[in-house]
């Protein structure tokens, strides 16, 4: 993995294939390449690890120039980020391939490779790809059965752009497990991992399915499913513009990002509210019998989208009054569930092709849930497509790979979800209404907390020496320190750990020292009290505690105690608005870390294998 670009076109593709790869960059990678087929029909390569502006520089010196060709953006998975192991992979002079996934069984397939005498130059599982087509190339006819052939004896997880010298039109493309679209054009096709690589040059798209082939002329795009049957897909036009992924005049996508909470959370709620309610038909016109058989719901999400989903758990219990069980999806997929008549299977992810979250999915299909249910901010996705109600969080592209707004977004579609089950259980109609108000001045409370970023800019400066910080939270808020420490760790490097304030006592006090920060999170609520002496045990080891605190709790500035003020918001949103200087703290220590904020090292956006 991480991005595919590829076209077929009457005019120059490098340049499209160079910008769509800019475009991909938020996924995270290590290397890039780009292949041509030139004007004799020779394909022409250039690969670099690092940045895509190497692979530009490179280009400005050895320009390629053709009317087919493909890229990629790699994040290693087989094989160290150098020049060799980056895509796009080719056989002898004739065969170019680029592949996001894994192969499972390449280790076979390369020593029968290596038997029949072909050579290899790279570490990687796609090497043994394009030598496999090549190998089926001679006999099979066309490239396109070629790839066929090839794709019968893989095992694994992927998605292909492959060309030919022999085919010098033609673009095949493949999927099983790992994202791929068509963009349609005028007189030319391209292919992608992502739309937002190809906004610049078409905002017609066909998302291929499970299992689905295809080949890409000029003049047309003919798709055929994993039996081999030519089918239709539909023709969808994306909102997204190719302005969406610009910073504006912020420093970095992920501060931009910061900002625009109070105005997507608006957008997330927006036709969602009604004066005291949630609308009933926002889940889906299927939606409400299938609320009325829900007697439990499973949870199942990665990273971020985890943390929201334990958040959730918390208001599932407590609001509505239905039990709430929430996994890891790389831990459920390997496990033997006892799935509970009425459960509802929810998956919660920005993307939608988290692989983990995917295949979680397809393996509940079988095992008896209720229904199955996507938040997910990417309408065109394989979750969105394979599951059975859908709620989108209207987050918009979301560039930098620590996700913000997206995690807040996903925040609100859950607590609708628990508000539209718990009508039908625990919730009273108070209550919802009470809810209801909260969610109508949310947007403005956000917007609130985003003022105090001066401050907590002032306060970063002294984590910019740090190694190591600890972060507490209790009830719902624990899962807020947990995405508070994994926000620090992932951007800015300082190792960070979160923990249940009440489990200090049981091991992690033995850490605190004055070269250990300590974050907590205190909303006025009913377990501030215990929390207040959970913070007396770091003062008392000489630990520099850093509380954010609403504005009514009895926690004041002392040695070794800063406290920052958060707005005053309902208990039940707390969540929402304490992420928010915990977003701002990671952000304003990586700047002044100096690492890469919105690309940082050894992460993907959008993890599309396990």
């Known amino acids: 993995m991480c991005g595919i670009v590829g076209a077929v076109a009457e005019r120059d593709v490098a340049r499209i294939l160079l910008e769509g790869l800019r475009r991909l960059e938020y996924r995270g990678y290590d290397s890039a390449g780009i292949a041509v087929l030139d004007a004799d029909a020779t394909i022409q390569r250039r690969r670099a690890a690092g ?25 290693a998975t087989h ?12 056989a002898g002079e004739t065969v170019a391939l680029v ?43 066309s490239l396109l059965e070629a790839v ?48 937002s690589a190809l906004l610049p040059v078409t905002q017609q798209f066909i998302f291929l399915e499970e299992g689905d082939v295809a080949l890409l002329t000029r003049e047309a795009v003919t798709i055929y499913d994993i039996h081999g049957r030519r089918v239709e897909r539909p023709l969808k036009r994306s909102e997204l513009t190719a302005s969406s992924a610009d910073k504006g005049l912020y420093r970095h996508f992920m501060l931009k990002e910061i900002h625009e909470q109070p105005r997507v959370l608006a957008e997330t709620l927006e036709g969602r509210l009604g004066r005291d309610r949630v609308l009933p038909e926002v889940f889906g016109v299927d939606a409400a019998p299938i609320f009325d058989s829900v ?21 599932f219990e407590s609001l509505a ?62 979750l969105v497509r394979e599951s059975d109600l859908v709620l989108m969080t209207r987050a918009g592209p979301e560039i930098g790979v620590a996700s913000t707004k997206a995690f807040t977004t996903q925040l609100v579609g859950l607590l609708l979800l628990v508000m539209a089950l718990g009508r039908r259980h625990a919730m009273s109609e108070d209550t919802e209404r009470s809810l209801v108000r909260a969610l109508h001045d949310l947007p403005a409370c956000v917007d609130r907390a985003l003022q105090i970023e001066p401050e907590i800019e002032q306060l970063s400066q002294a984590f910019a020496d740090k190694d190591h910080s600890l972060f507490l939270g209790r009830g719902a808020q624990f899962p807020v320190a947990l995405e508070g420490a994994l926000k620090l760790k992932e951007i800015s490097y300082i190792h960070a750990e979160a923990y249940p304030a009440g489990e200090l006592k049981h091991g992690p006090l033995a850490l605190v020292d ?32 850093f509380v954010f605190a609403d504005v009514d709790t009895a926690i004041a500035d002392a040695p070794g105690v800063r406290v920052v003020r958060v707005p005053r918001v309902d208990d039940v949103l707390a969540p929402l608005v304490y992420t928010i200087p915990l977003q701002l703290l990671a952000y304003h220590v990586a700047v002044l870390k100096g690492t890469d904020v919105d690309k940082p090292r050894n992460l993907a956006k959008s993890v599309t294998v396990e």
């Open 295 to 315: 007697r439990q719901v499973q949870i199942v999400a990665c990273g971020t989208s985890y943390h929201a989903g334990m958040v959730a758990s918390y208001w």
């Open 514 to 545: 004055a070269n250990m920060p300590v974050v907590a999170v205190a909303p006025n609520n009913e377990l501030v009290e215990k929390l207040k002496s959970n913070l007396q045990e770091v003062q008392a080891r000489g630990g520099e505690l």
């Open 321 to 382: 009054g239905i039990p709430c069980r929430v996994e890891v999806a790389s831990e459920f997929r390997y496990r033997k569930p006892a799935v509970m008549e009425g459960t509802l299977f929810l998956t919660n992810s920005q993307s939608g092709e988290t692989a983990d979250t995917l295949a979680a999915l397809r393996e509940a299909k079988q095992l008896g849930y209720l229904a199955s249910l996507a938040i997910c901010n990417v309408p065109e996705s394989s």
């Open 51 to 75: 940045k895509v502006e190497r692979l530009e520089a490179m280009l400005a010196e050895q320009p390629l120039n053709g009317r087919t060709g493909i890229a990629h953006t790699r994040w």
């Open 99 to 141: 592949h996001n996934g894994i192969i499972e069984n390449y280790e076979t397939l390369r020593r029968q490779l290596q038997e029949q005498g072909y050579e290899f130059h790279s570490e990687t599982d796609t090497e043994v790809v394009v030598n496999q087509v090549h190998s089926c190339l001679a006999e099979a006819g």
């Open 148 to 195: 066929r052939r090839s794709l019968a004896l893989l095992e694994g997880a992927y998605a292909f752009g492959v060309i030919s010298a022999d085919a010098p039109g033609e673009l095949v493309a493949a999927r099983r497990g790992s994202p791929l679209v068509i963009g349609v054009g005028i007189g030319e096709h391209f292919i992608a991992s992502d739309v």
């Open 79 to 90: 094989g160290r980020p150098t020049d060799n192991n980056a895509h796009p992979h080719m």
